[in-house]
């Protein structure tokens, strides 16, 4: 990577942790592992591995910060944006460093050409994702609670090894909760402007989750959460999103969560895993991206 590219993503990293460094004392800080399998209708197989460090404070005005290592295989089908591994169209196979495909730019990879299925892991930094939600209306005793957030996903990530697209995206969306007898119902909408690199053009899109979390288990220990998600066709002829999911987190100060989703649609990865633990205050934030 040039140090034309290092130098304003070096400033963005130093920007966004000396407000996190200043006010670590009164937020939650997670260490989350993911992995993720399938072939996401390319018919080529892709696994992804990911070791997330987050940052979450305060409520009514909520600041949150994260920064993945990536290990990825089978780069050529699939393209690292901030929703995660997003599949790619056959004349796009073989990311920027492909030479045969139809795209901006040229590059990519046909599957007609006989590619190599056990390709190495690339390995390296993520995009660092930064957000900010203002709670609009409700929280506190009210039964309900709506949110407005603003989400940037700022290119830290190798393009040139896929582990990123190399571009800024911006994501703006409504979430809400209403709390129930003994759990809460949460969903929320989000509209997504995904940068586009020189050999591939991506949509902007929409996205949408919806779910219900338990009161407190087993003596007040455990919470169960379930979600379906979904998004629009990121590239063109991949078709759209769709995945159950299924959380399990702790309760205390010292909490850990884990969660399993599935893939509903061809477009999505077969399965997630994850599992995570987090220390200090645990801020209200209703949406299935707790387990992300």
Request: aromatic share 10%; charged share 20%.
């Amino acid at each position: 990577m040039s140090s034309r590219h290092n130098l304003p993503r070096i400033m963005t990293l130093l920007l966004v942790c000396f407000p996190m460094a200043t006010t670590l004392a009164g937020g939650e800080v997670s260490f989350l592992g993911a992995y993720n399998s399938g072939d996401y209708g390319t018919g080529v197989d892709s696994d992804s591995q990911s070791y997330t460090l987050r940052y979450v404070s305060g409520d009514a005005f909520q600041f949150r910060v994260e920064l993945p290592m990536l290990r990825v295989r089978s780069t050529y089908g699939v393209l690292q944006t901030g929703f995660g591994s997003t599949p790619l169209d056959e004349d796009h196979h073989g990311g920027p460093m492909g030479g045969h495909g139809t795209g901006h730019g040229g590059g990519g990879m046909k599957l007609d050409e006989d590619p190599v299925i056990d390709s190495p892991w690339n390995t390296g930094i993520g995009d660092l994702r930064v957000s900010a939600s203002k709670r609009l209306m409700g929280g506190g005793v009210k039964l309900f609670r709506l949110d407005a957030g603003l989400e940037l996903k700022v290119p830290s990530a190798d393009e040139e090894q896929n582990l990123g697209t190399g571009e800024w995206d911006t994501r703006v969306a409504l979430s809400g909760a209403y709390r129930f007898w003994s759990a809460t119902g949460f969903g929320g909408l989000g509209y997504n402007s995904l940068g586009d690199p020189e050999w591939v053009e991506l949509k902007d899109v929409l996205d949408a989750h919806i779910g219900i979390e338990s009161d407190p288990l087993a003596g007040g220990r455990v919470t169960l959460s379930g979600w379906i998600e979904g998004r629009e066709e990121v590239v063109e002829g991949v078709g759209s999103h769709a995945a159950i999911g299924v959380g399990l987190q702790g309760t205390g100060r010292w909490r850990w969560r884990g969660a399993l989703v599935a893939g509903l649609s061809a477009a999505a990865q077969d399965y997630s895993l994850v599992f995570g633990v987090s220390y200090g205050l645990s801020p209200k934030a209703w949406n299935k991206g707790l387990y992300r």
